[in-house]
C-alpha cells in the first residue's frame, strides 16, 4: 500500500486546477513549492501536503454487501450499508457483467454518464473525456448531461442575447483592459479572487489581484453590489453597495430607470445596435404593468437608498464602464434575469466593444477569463461518437431519477425525462454540488446499479454500489494545458499509486477489454504513448507557423513549453462594434436582443422575452428568517481535498464555519466560535460561528464543499454534523427556459447548538472498507 514511501530529492514541475507548482514526495509528506513565475500563487496548494496517504484514500476495488449479495436494482439501503472488498478480477468481471446487461437489456439509453467535476488539470487523465470516450465506445453511447452547475442559466440564455457564450467569456474584455482602460467597474455579485484562484487546466500567473491594484491606482472606481463584503479584494477599495441577496436585477432596472430619465442612456448604440429596446423601455418606465422601475420602487426590494442609486446612475455616463454579474447571482431562482440585465445595462451605457468597457459577464468567477487565448491547439482526447440524443440540464439529475418518463420544459422544447438503470460516474461528486441531498440520496436509490470511480470516500462513493480505487493527478503522467493560458506542462509523476488505485484509462481499458472493445478503445496506445500522440497536435501547429516545436521527449525532459497567443483584440463583441453588418451577432436578428421574440415565443411564464422583476419562491419567512448564501470556498476548489492541510486549517472544531452578523447572532444569543444548526425544512447541519459585519444583516454565508457528514444515515432526514449547506438548499431549476441550478440563496433558521457535539466521521472509511480481500 505504500510504495513509493522514500523521498525523491529533486523537485519535479506538475499542475492543478489552481495553479502550476513543483513538488516532491518526503515521506507520507508531499513538499510543494509554488510556480516562480506566478506573481499571486494559491495557498489552495497546500492541500496536497497532507493529500497522499490520508486515511479517507481508496486502497482497492469495494462492492456494497448489498449488491453483492442481493444484485442489482432499486435500493434504498445505499448510504446505509457495509463494502466487502474485491479483486480487480473479480470487480472486473462483475462489471462488465452489468454494463452488458443494461446495454443489451435495456440500451445504451438507460445509462447516465455522469461524470460531472473539476477531476484534474491534466488534459489525458481527463475523467470526463475518459468516461465518454469509454461508453461511446462499449455501450453505444449515454445519456449525458448538458451546460453546468456554475452557470446553468447563463449558458441559455447568453445564446438568445448575444448569441455566443464562450466568446463572451473567454475573449472579451482581459484583466490587462481593465489594468489601463476601466473608469468604473460595476461588480454584481464581486471580483472574489478566491473564485479566480482555480481554472479547468491550471495557471501559470494569477493576475487578477495585480490588475485590480493597477487599476485602482490610475484612479479606477470598484463597486461591488452584495451581501458579503469579501467578494472584492482589498486591493480594489471598492465601494460596498449591501443589497438584499438576489435583488440585483431590481436595482439593475433602476439604474436604467434614472439614466432615461436623465436622458443619459446612450440611444445612438441602443438604436445601431440592439433590438427591442423600445418595448423594455416601456416596461422600465411603467407603462406596461403600471410600475414605473424607480430608484425608489428599488429601495424597498433591494434595501439599496434610493439616493445612492440615483447618484451611481448620474456618475456612469461619459465613463468607460465594465459591467460584471458573477456566476453566483445566476444560481438562484431567475437566475436568467440578472445576467440578462446586466448585458442590457451594458447597452445602456454603450459600452460594448470599447477596451476595458462593455458585459465582463462571470469575469472573477474563474481563473481562464479575463485573459488571452492561445494562437495553437492544446491536447484533447478523441471521445468517439454518442449513439444516444437524449440528455439532460446537469442539474436535473435527481429530477430524472426521480421521474423516469415525466415531461419537462427546456430552452423551448418539452422533453421527457428517461428511464435510468445504471449510473456511471468519475470525476466529480455530486454530494457536493446538487442541492437538498436528502431528496438526492432517494434518487440514487431508484437506480439498479451506481458505480464510482473515486480517489476517496466521499458520500458519492459512499452511496454508490461499486467503488473503483482511481489515482490522484500527483500519481499519474499528464499534460497540463489551457486554452487562455500560454504554459502547457509536462505533469510528471510525483509518487506511486496509492494502495491498488488505477488510473481511469487503465480501469476503462480492462473494462474494455472484458466487453471486446479493447483495442477500439486503447488504439494500442498505453499512457504514455497517448500523451505523446495527444502533444503532437500542439507541436505539428507550432511547426506550422515556423515556431520552435520540441518533440514530445524534449518537451517532457524540459517540463513546460511556453506556446504563443492571439492578439488582446476584444472578440467578437469588438468586431461587432466596429461593424455590425460584416460581423453581425450570433443571435436571430444579428444584434443584442434586449427584447426577444425567440423567447416571447416560448410563453414561459417565469421567463418574460426581456429582463424582468420576478419575487422569489424561497425567500425568508417566520420559520426562516435568514438568507443561506452558499457560495464558493476559499480553501479547496469545491469539494476537493476538503481532507487536506489547508481546508483543513479554516474549520472551527471540525467544522465548517458560516458568517453571520453580529447583531444577528446576538439576538440568537449566539458567541463566535460556538457551533451553530442551520436548518430549514429539507433539512439541518451543524456549523461553527464566526461573526463579522462583513456580511449583511440577515444574511448567513456558509460555504459549499464540506463533505456530507450524516450524523445516522438511518435516518431519512439525518443532521450532517460537518456543515454541507446542500442538505439545506433548493432543487429546482431557475427556470423552464435553463433548468439551472438554483443552489446560492435559500432560506433558513439558526439557532446555537446545545447537546454533545457529534464526532466527524466524513473522512473515515466506511464498515468493511478497512477489511483486505480474504480476511
Known amino acids: 500500500m505504500d510504495g513509493g514511501q522514500s523521498e525523491q530529492s529533486t523537485f519535479k514541475l506538475h499542475s492543478s486546477h489552481w495553479g502550476i507548482f513543483s513538488a516532491r514526495r518526503n515521506g507520507d509528506r508531499l513538499d510543494v513549492r509554488p510556480y516562480a513565475d506566478d506573481p499571486d500563487p494559491s495557498p489552495m496548494l497546500g492541500n496536497f501536503t497532507n493529500a497522499l496517504n490520508h486515511p479517507a484514500r481508496i486502497a482497492q476495488p469495494m462492492i456494497r454487501q448489498g449488491w453483492l449479495e442481493r444484485g442489482a436494482g432499486p435500493d434504498a439501503r445505499r448510504g446505509r450499508e457495509a463494502f466487502v472488498p474485491v479483486s480487480w478480477d473479480v470487480v472486473t468481471d462483475l462489471l462488465a457483467g452489468e454494463l452488458r446487461r443494461v446495454r443489451d437489456g435495456h440500451g445504451p439509453g438507460a445509462v447516465f454518464g455522469g461524470s460531472y467535476g473539476w477531476a484534474s488539470a491534466g488534459r489525458f487523465h481527463h475523467a470526463q473525456s475518459q468516461i465518454h470516450r469509454f461508453l461511446n465506445i ?5 445519456v449525458r448531461s448538458v451546460n453546468s452547475y456554475s452557470a446553468g442559466a447563463s449558458a441559455v440564455i447568453v445564446p438568445h442575447v448575444l448569441g455566443d457564450y464562450s466568446g463572451l467569456t473567454m475573449h472579451n474584455v482581459t484583466w490587462q483592459q481593465v489594468a489601463e482602460e476601466t473608469e468604473v467597474v460595476l461588480a454584481f455579485g464581486g471580483l472574489a479572487l478566491k473564485n479566480s484562484a482555480v481554472a479547468g487546466g491550471g495557471i501559470s500567473q494569477h493576475v487578477e489581484r495585480g490588475a485590480i491594484a493597477a487599476a485602482r491606482a490610475r484612479g479606477c472606481r470598484f463597486l461591488l453590489f452584495g451581501p458579503l463584503r469579501p467578494d472584492m479584494p482589498a486591493e480594489a477599495e471598492a465601494e460596498w453597495i449591501n443589497l438584499v441577496p438576489g435583488t440585483d436585477t431590481a436595482l439593475m432596472l433602476a439604474l436604467v430607470y434614472c439614466l432615461v430619465k ?5 440611444i445612438g448604440f441602443l438604436e445601431r445596435y440592439c433590438v427591442g429596446w423600445e418595448k423594455f423601455e416601456a416596461y422600465v418606465l411603467g407603462v406596461t404593468d403600471g410600475q414605473p422601475k424607480t430608484a425608489a420602487w428599488a429601495e424597498a426590494i433591494s434595501g439599496v437608498p434610493a439616493a445612492q442609486i440615483a447618484a451611481i446612475a448620474s456618475q456612469l455616463a461619459g465613463k468607460r464602464v465594465l459591467v460584471t454579474v458573477a456566476h453566483s447571482l445566476q444560481r438562484s431562482e431567475h437566475g436568467e434575469q440578472p445576467v440578462w440585465m446586466g448585458a442590457v445595462l451594458a447597452a445602456v451605457l454603450g459600452q460594448y466593444g470599447l477596451p476595458g468597457g462593455g458585459f465582463g459577464y462571470a469575469m472573477g468567477a474563474i481563473g481562464y477569463y479575463g485573459r488571452r487565448n492561445n494562437a495553437v491547439p492544446g491536447p484533447t482526447l478523441g471521445q468517439g461518437q454518442n449513439g444516444v440524443e437524449d440528455f439532460i440540464p446537469v442539474a436535473r439529475i435527481a429530477d430524472m431519477l426521480l421521474n423516469p418518463g415525466e415531461r419537462y420544459r427546456y430552452n423551448g422544447e418539452t422533453r421527457r425525462y428517461p428511464d435510468i438503470r445504471l449510473v456511471y460516474w468519475a470525476g466529480g461528486n455530486p454530494f457536493h454540488h446538487h442541492q437538498d441531498l436528502n431528496r ?9 446499479t451506481l458505480v464510482v470511480h473515486e480517489q476517496a470516500w466521499t458520500a458519492t462513493a459512499r452511496h454508490a454500489d461499486i467503488v473503483l480505487p482511481a489515482t490522484m493527478s500527483l500519481e ?14 509536462a505533469m510528471h509523476r510525483l509518487a506511486e499509486p ?5 488510473d481511469d484509462y487503465t480501469i476503462f481499458a480492462g ?13 494500442g496506445r498505453d499512457s504514455r504513448a497517448w500523451l505523446a500522440h495527444l502533444y503532437e497536435r500542439t507541436r505539428s501547429a507550432l511547426e506550422a507557423q515556423n515556431l520552435p516545436a520540441p518533440g514530445f521527449a524534449e518537451f517532457w525532459e524540459q517540463g513546460k513549453l511556453v506556446v504563443p497567443q492571439k492578439p488582446d483584440d476584444g472578440g467578437y463583441l469588438r468586431a461587432f462594434r466596429d461593424d455590425p453588418d460584416t460581423h453581425p451577432l450570433k443571435t436571430p436578428s444579428g444584434r443584442i436582443e434586449i427584447y426577444s421574440e425567440t423567447i416571447a415565443g416560448f410563453g414561459e411564464a417565469d421567463c418574460p422575452p426581456h429582463p424582468a422583476w420576478m419575487d422569489k419562491r424561497s425567500a425568508p419567512d417566520r420559520a426562516a428568517p435568514f438568507y443561506l448564501v452558499a457560495n464558493q470556498p476559499a480553501t479547496r476548489l469545491h469539494s476537493q481535498l476538503d481532507f487536506g492541510a489547508f481546508s483543513q486549517s479554516s474549520k472551527h472544531r471540525g467544522r465548517e464555519v458560516a458568517t453571520l452578523h453580529p447583531a444577528d447572532a446576538a439576538a440568537k444569543g449566539i458567541a463566535d466560535g460556538d457551533i451553530i444548526k442551520l436548518f430549514n425544512q429539507r433539512g439541518a447541519c451543524l456549523a461553527a460561528a464566526r461573526l463579522s459585519d462583513g456580511v449583511s444583516p440577515g444574511v448567513i454565508q456558509l460555504a459549499t464543499g464540506a463533505w456530507y457528514d450524516p450524523q445516522d444515515p438511518e435516518d431519512e432526514k439525518p443532521l450532517c454534523v460537518h456543515g454541507n449547506p446542500n442538505v439545506l438548499t433548493l432543487d429546482v431549476g431557475t427556470s423552464n427556459l435553463a433548468q439551472g441550478c ?3 440563496l435559500t432560506a433558513v433558521n439558526v439557532e446555537k447548538f446545545e447537546g454533545n457535539l457529534p464526532p466527524i466521521r466524513a473522512y473515515e472509511p466506511p464498515r468493511g472498507a478497512l477489511l483486505k480481500a480474504g480476511d
Open 138 to 142: 462499449a455501450m453505444g453511447g449515454y
Open 262 to 266: 436623465d436622458n443619459k442612456h446612450d
Open 440 to 448: 438526492l440520496r432517494q434518487a440514487f436509490a431508484r437506480v439498479d
Open 476 to 489: 499519474r503522467e499528464d499534460i497540463g494545458y489551457s486554452s487562455n493560458d500560454p504554459v502547457m506542462v
Open 498 to 502: 496509492y494502495g491498488e488505485a488505477r
Open 511 to 523: 473494462l474494455a477489454a472484458a466487453l471486446d472493445v479493447g483495442e477500439r478503445f486503447t488504439e
Open 742 to 744: 438554483t443552489g446560492q
